[in-house]
Each structure stands twice: as C-alpha cells, then as structure tokens.
C-alpha cells in the first residue's frame, strides 16, 4: 500500500484513540539505560535527483553505461521524479484513449483539464488545447490557425534560426497551398529582424520565432511581436518549457499564438517519441484553435463536470469542415506533463531554469578554456550551445563516444544550414548533468 507521512493532525487522533499524550510515552517500557540519547549519524539529506545519480552510479559500475546525454537539438535528458512513473502506470490512465463521451470519462477529462490549466499558468496565455502530436505539427498547426483567424494565406514569415526540422514539417503542411514561406536572415545566431521589415508586408499571416532558438541562442521576441502586429500578422513563438521559469513567457512579450515540444516536461527520450505538442493562445482565437478543449461546468445535479468544449470544430462532428484533424491528443504524454509541473511547482521550476543556465554556461567556459573549441555565436543562452570545434567534429564526436558521452547533433547533418557550420557541434546541459561530468566531458575532448 502506499505511505504518506502523517500529519500533526493525524498523529494527534491517532495518539488520542490509544489514550496517550505524546508519541515518547510510546517508548517508556524501554529503560533509559539503553535508549539512544543523541541523534543518529547521518550524512546530509540527498535530493531525489542527487539520489537517483548515485544509484544509477552503483548500477553502472557493474555493466555497460548507456552513456551520459550532453545532445541536444529538441529532445533532452532531464530528470523525471519517480512520482510522474508512479501515477502515470495506474491502469485508469495507463489504458484510456480519447474520449469522447464526457459522461463516461470524468476522471481522464479533469486531468486534461489540469493540464491545459497549468500549460495556460505556464505561457501567461488564456487558452491552452489538450495537446496536439509533437513540437513540429504543433508549429504547423499553429500557422494554419493564424491563416484562418487573420484571413490571409499567402504569406508566412519565419526566423532563420527556427529548428530546421520544424521548417521542413512547415513546408511539408503548405506544400499544396498557395502560401510563401518566408525565411529571415541570420547574424550571429540569431534572427535578423531590422532586415526583416521588408518581408512582413500586409499578406503575412503569421510571423514565427523560436526562443530561444534552435542554436540555443535568445531572441527579441517583442521586436517579433510589434513587427508582426504592425502589419496585421499574428505573432507565433516556438518555446522552451523548461526556460520559463527564469525567462519571460511568451504572454508577457504579447505573443497570439505559443507552441512548444513537451518533451521535456516528464516525458523520456525513448528513441524519438511518442512525444506532446504543446499550444496556448489568446482567448479571441479559441474558436480557431485545433485539438480538444475540455472545459469545466456542473452537471443537472449541481455537481462539478468534464466536458469537450466547441466540439463543432472536431472531425466526429464537423466531419470535413472541422477546424483540424487531429484525431488524438496524446493523453498519456499529457498526463505525465500535468504531474510533472504539479510535482515541481513554481519554486522547483525556477530552480531547474537556473541549474540547467548556470551548468551550460559552466561547461562552455571549461570547452574553449580547454582548446577544444570557440562559441559560434557572442549571444546569450540557456541551456544549449553551438561549439565551433578546433579539430574535426566527426573525431570529437568518436572521442565522447569512447568516453562513455553522447554529443551533438552535428550541424553538418542539417543541408539547410550555412555551411560554415560544418564543423559545429550543438551541446546541451540539462539539471541532470554534474559538475564531473562535465569536467570528464572536457578531458576527453580535449584528448
């Protein structure tokens, strides 16, 4: 069965019922003599991230490691409480699908309903759906929004430092429509938006950033914004979930429409998926919005109730003329992302922010002070950077290998990139990552 620590409350009912007055006169049959008067020597209370660390150290000291995760490009190694597991194996979540009948779905239906409410909390948004497939579809789905809540289909804008797989999934969603895809320059790792003016023109239906962007890097997202606004285009920003709790969300720079990969809210990487689409917007464009929408309401008997909000613009009703096709929402992945925000709070959430800034920033100081490389770009980031490697990247990659560490992606493997980043390593450092770890990171680059 499952233990929770009694409260004050409890313990005092409980020693009330056997008629005694303190928890110690329990103990009076046991002689002074041989009673332990001072307190156990202990080491220092450990963290669940510091002890699942040391654990995963006595395991791997035995077999094979796996390796040690420093990759980033949009899925990370976080840390994932053992409470997101636990509740998320309960068979009542573990084996429900979709609903669509609200009347016999409660509980599946509050949960989703938490989740939109703490996504809502986390973008500053009004409005978030109960979830959509993944990061990518998420974006795309997101301009087809902004086509149809600003009726103009011929013209989207992108930034330059967008993530280049995300770009493709664009393409691929307006292949067969008459829309131009538009992308910005980029200067030293970041979108340049003075140069950009020219490009948003009053048939753009949507102007598109990802902060911070695909290289790591920070973008000016109000710049974005008041481009966007000024020519009667909606503003879309790609997001990092777990940069929020040190960076501004994305309601705080006036952004219409946010999207984000969940990945990194309790989900494993898992060999690429399943993974969660997140998107949150302003309440005027609900009604363009795709994916599920579960609203609260009180049934014929007053008790509180699940629903599915506007279900006309859902395939099962509208058939063809819904507002999307999006015929999941990833419940399970969502569910995981609900438990893991409410595990970590808003304390625990600043907290991951900065452990995973300060260890990023740690470990780019230690590779160039090392030789190993230079930073491609004098910008800021959170919590992944682009190395610009002093020997061939294919040998450091080879190198970390031996090691026992996972590095990249290579920018060469984007054909979309500027060649001159043909030799960069992008390199990411999660909360999850220690200071030796790095500093062995270091030794074995640097040979």
Known sequence: MAYLFATEDEQRQMLDAIGVDSIEDLFDMIPESIRRQTELELPPALTELELDQRLRTALTSAQASTGVCFMGGGAYDHFIPATVDEICSRGEFYTAYTPYQAEASQGTLQAFFEFQSLIAELTGLDVANASLYEGASALAEAILMAMRCTRREKRVVVAGTLHPEYRQTVQTYLKYLQCELVETETVDGVADWQRATSLINNETAAVVVQHPNFFGCLEDVAEVV??????????????????????????????????????????????????????????????????????????????????????????????DKATSNICTNQGLMALRAAVYLAQLGPHGFRELGELCCRKANYAAEQLTAAGVGS????????????LNCHRPVAELVERAARAGFQVGPRLSQFPSLHNSLDNCLLIAVTEKRTREEIDLLVAALAG
């Open 226 to 319: 008041a481009q966007a606004h000024r020519a009667g285009a909606l503003a879309i920003q790609v997001f990092d979930p777990s940069s929020l709790g040190i960076l501004k969300r994305p309601a705080d720079y006036g952004v219409d429409i946010a999207v984000a990969e969940g990945q990194s809210l309790g989900i494993p990487l898992q060999y690429g998926g399943p993974y969660l689409g997140l998107m949150a917007c302003r309440e005027e464009f609900v009604r363009r919005m795709p994916g599920r929408l579960i609203g609260q309401t009180t049934d014929n008997q007053g008790r509180r109730a699940f629903v599915l909000n506007l279900q006309t613009r859902e395939q099962h009703i509208r058939r």
């Open 375 to 386: 930073l491609a770009f004098p910008r800021s980031f959170f919590k992944e950077f682009v």
